[in-house]
């Protein structure tokens, strides 16, 4: 009993060090940091709207123009300002006595002067946080407590190292896979624990996701894809001057989209593979392969029909607006922002696809060889 947890030791040591390493002790050595960008938009405040003082409509040939005069809590004072927006806006706030709100606070010769920003919705996403840690415990147990463990690590990665890494001038191709390779160990080991079918499906994702960054690159020089479609990408090139690789970028976003997916199939192939062997000691690499595609080939469908519709629902206002021109179908798909969304669905397709049939190979290869003994093997020997 010993050998098993030390091995498992050793195993979360790895993951939880390599994780430690770039979330605490790159940052603190100064490795990389995440510069301001120049957004001057002063200092932001929580407050609470007391009371609405006045408010009114004007017509234009634009669309309805409101204003509203509100009094605000700001810390232990209170202020009043002005609320101005267009019908429709993305700033379209309507506020009632009670409300959270962000403002802006910027100093002047003559005094703070405060501009309302945003709802403040802290309070609603604790709550919608907490309910959905509690299903996945309710449900999952302890194997979805450990799972949620395993999602904290996936946000600190990112937070922590991909994130400011990019930002401070790194390439986000290669910084990203690094911090992908740390999540994929860390969450599936928290998830799954250190054994064989972790083991087979982290090779089989790490494959995977090397073939889909491949992939990726190949399909973005194809298509002669800028990195800039995206209205956020084109902002973030003008407020760093150029400083990070547009289409580095890019890819690195296929990557992440598609780690997740990846993730829930290489597992369940992985774990088809040992059932089979499980269940009926005497297959074969070959029957253990071909048993397991069937079980594949069924989750290719499912999973590529999800990954489409995540990307679709994500970009579904892009769609709506290219749906509304004149123009026919063959020659909306060539802007760039559109063929982007296109290119980034069909990368990550194909990664999870291949994904099936590479971590089923690899998992029927060592199964079925008894390089990897599980319960009801011949041998007899413990998985």
């Known amino acids: 009993m010993a050998r098993p947890t030390l091995t498992a030791a050793i195993a979360y040591a790895v993951v939880l060090g390599a994780v430690f390493l770039l979330t605490v002790i790159l940052p603190a050595a100064g490795a990389f940091k995440a510069p301001l960008l120049p957004i001057d938009s002063g200092a932001i405040r929580e407050a609470t709207v007391v009371a609405v003082l006045d408010e009114g409509v004007q017509e234009t040939p634009a669309g309805n123009v409101y204003r509203a005069r509100l009094l605000v809590r700001v810390g232990e004072g209170e202020v ?18 009670g409300d959270g709100v962000l403002v802006s606070e910027m100093q002047t010769q003559d005094g703070p002067v405060y501009t309302l920003k945003d709802r403040s919705r802290r309070t609603a996403l604790w709550v919608l946080s907490l309910a959905f840690a509690l299903t996945v415990v309710a449900v999952g147990g302890r194997h979805g407590a450990l799972s949620l463990l395993g999602l904290g690590v996936t946000f600190l990665v990112l937070v922590r190292f991909i994130v400011p890494a990019t930002l401070d001038g790194w390439s986000p191709l290669p910084t990203t896979i690094v911090g992908a390779l740390a999540i994929l160990g860390a969450a599936m080991v928290l998830s799954h624990g250190p054994n064989p079918k972790t083991w087979i499906a982290i090779a089989g ?32 090139q003008v407020l760093t001057q150029g400083g990070i690789d547009a289409r580095g970028l890019l890819l690195a976003g296929i990557i992440i989209g598609a780690l997740g997916v990846l993730d829930d199939v290489t597992t369940t192939q992985a ?56 123009h026919p179908l063959g020659i909306l798909v060539s802007f760039d922002q559109l063929a982007t969304e296109i290119v980034r669905t069909l990368a990550g397709s194909i990664g999870i696809v291949a994904a099936v049939p590479v971590t089923t190979a690899l998992a029927a290869i060592l199964v079925g060889s008894g390089l990897v003994r599980v319960e009801g093997d011949e041998a007899g020997a413990e998985g």
Do not use: C, W
Not at 214 to 232: D, I, K, Q
């Open 80 to 97: 009043e300002l002005d609320h101005v927006y267009v019908e429709g806006g993305a700033d379209a706030i309507t506020l009632a006595e």
């Open 205 to 236: 994702t790490a494959a995977s996701l090397l073939l889909t960054g491949v992939l990726a690159a190949f399909a973005v020089g194809f298509a002669r894809l800028s990195g800039v479609g995206e209205e956020s990408a084109a902002m973030l």
């Open 271 to 326: 774990s088809t593979v040992i059932e089979l062997r499980r269940a009926n000691p005497s297959l074969g690499t070959p029957a253990l392969f071909a048993r397991a595609m069937n079980v594949g080939r069924d989750h290719i469908a499912a999973t590529t029909n999800t990954l489409v519709l995540a990307y679709a629902g994500a970009a579904l206002p892009l769609l709506l607006i290219y749906a509304g021109q004149p």
